[in-house]
């Protein structure tokens, strides 16, 4: 057990337990936080040292650009500054989280494979939230400063990890009838499957174990991964690369005091709505305009600061030129904007758009732009088998890993990230999933009912 986790053991024992593992299912991904934040207010969840295991076909871990970091002490402003892709770094900086592990599909590339280990914090000469980060997906939206700049730092471990689809089977290990005896917990308190309804249980009682029991539950988990894949193992050996990623996410999470399970139902079928906003042609005429120049790989840090101080403006010239034309699209404005360094494409575009369109919304054509910077959005929308395939790997990862505090699910239908006419069918497999993985579930479907129609 590290240090942190060694030293927060008798604050994690004054943890409440749910006596059924909580399911919060929205629509759009940032409503999930604060079902967070409220199981961090009831004591369910540590204030600190939280892992967070996030499928996506989306990072989600950029920041609200001009948001001021002391928002975050503010819950209900907060709430109100964050939108789907920047809803986790906020939670960072408040101090919540420690971990962050993104699984992602093979279609979904935006960081690079590996550990991340960086520093977020608020920018002294801005007063925003920024990092150290120096992956792409960071420096394209101008979010790097040096750690000299950032006050209030909190280190956060990003591990980005590819998470393949598995070949479905009907064998009785992947049926779930041996799932209860390779289950393993975060903590000792399954109440959902342990505590007969009829028992009168104190909250005494379902406190949670010490780190050393929760030590030796991942300490099993990796014994178990290592007999299951070894050469005389029964099961299939497409499983294996699954376990092993299990193992490995049960190393981190020993670093940590509490999960949460979250994911996104787009990281099994996805797509890029702006696609079909746009012809192809006025795509790739955004993505010439918002097209983000890389800095040297061994850059140095006046690099990195020269990359971003580039970016910065680039992005700012292009929200003008869009916030300009929303008020006057008429043949000046366009010009004066085109004669902008880089904007030449501009006039193509404007021309492309009001021939479709009576009154092109420009500020979503930017927000469109904002997506196509070093790498497209990813666009998959996968077939019934590879749905299936995602869904047993997850189901491999699960029955191998510890069992969450929460689980929080995001549709993100309403905005066609998650194809609408396979979200309730992907909805439903993922809510099978969990009951086959963990028993009794209290499941809330917080968002309309009718919201795929």
């Known amino acids: 057990m590290s240090g942190a986790g060694a030293a927060a053991g008798p604050a994690r024992q004054r943890l409440r337990a749910y006596t059924a593992l909580p399911v ?14 409220r199981a961090i207010g009831s004591k369910h969840l540590p204030a600190s040292n939280i892992s967070f295991v996030h499928l996506d076909s989306h990072p989600d871990l950029l920041i609200p650009v001009n948001m001021p970091a002391d928002t975050v002490f503010d819950k209900e402003e907060l709430f109100s500054e964050l939108s789907i ?57 101008g979010l790097y400063v040096p750690a000299d700049q950032l006050e209030n730092q909190k280190p956060l471990n990003l591990h980005v990890i590819l998470i393949n689809p598995t070949e479905t089977s009907n064998n009785q290990e992947e049926n779930g009838e041996v799932i209860s005896a390779k289950r393993l917990k975060l903590n000792t308190d399954d109440t959902a499957n342990t505590v007969p309804a009829s028992s009168s249980v104190t909250s005494g009682n379902l406190d949670h174990s010490s780190s050393s029991v929760k030590n030796k539950e991942i300490q099993n988990a990796s014994a178990l991964n290592r007999a299951e894949c070894s050469p005389s193992s029964s099961l299939r050996n497409d499983e294996c690369p699954i376990r092993e990623v299990a193992k490995n996410i049960c190393q981190v999470l020993q670093k940590g005091d509490a999960f949460v399970l ?5 990281f099994f079928s996805v797509k890029n709505p702006f696609k079909e906003m746009y012809t192809q042609t006025e795509y790739e005429i955004l993505q010439e305009l918002y097209n983000f120049k890389k800095p040297h790989k061994d850059a140095t840090e006046e690099g990195l600061l020269d990359c971003v101080e580039n970016r910065v403006h680039q992005l700012e010239d292009l929200e003008a030129a869009f916030a300009d034309l ?4 008429d043949e000046e404005t366009i010009q004066k904007w085109a004669s902008y ?14 021939s479709r369109m009576e009154s092109p919304d420009y500020e979503m054509v930017h927000q469109a732009g904002l997506t196509c910077d070093y790498m497209e959005l990813p666009h998959h929308v996968s077939t019934e088998e ?20 929460l689980v929080t699910i995001a549709r993100s ?14 909805q439903e497999k993922v809510l099978n999933l969990l009951g086959l993985v963990y028993g009794t579930l209290d499941v809330h479907l917080d968002y309309s009912t009718n919201s795929s129609l």
């Open 24 to 37: 919060r299912v929205v629509e759009e991904h940032q409503d999930v936080l604060p079902f967070i934040y």
């Open 85 to 141: 892709e920047n809803w986790i770094m906020p939670a960072v900086y408040a101090g919540h989280i420690s971990q962050v592990l993104w699984l992602h599909p093979p279609w979904a590339q935006q960081i690079s494979e590996g550990k991340h280990n960086f520093l977020v914090g608020k920018d002294i000469s801005t007063t925003t939230i920024r990092v150290t980060g120096t992956d792409d997906y960071f420096l394209s939206d």
């Open 262 to 266: 979250d994911i996104d139902l787009d």
């Open 326 to 329: 929303c008020d006057n699209d």
């Open 341 to 354: 360094p880089g904007m030449k494409p501009l006039v193509q575009l404007v021309h492309s758009l009001k």
């Open 386 to 405: 590879e749905i299936e395939g995602l869904i047993q790997s997850t189901k491999v990862l699960l029955k191998n890993m510890p069992k969450p505090t």
């Open 413 to 426: 239908s309403l905005d066609d990230y998650c194809p609408s006419e396979q979200v309730d069918i992907i």
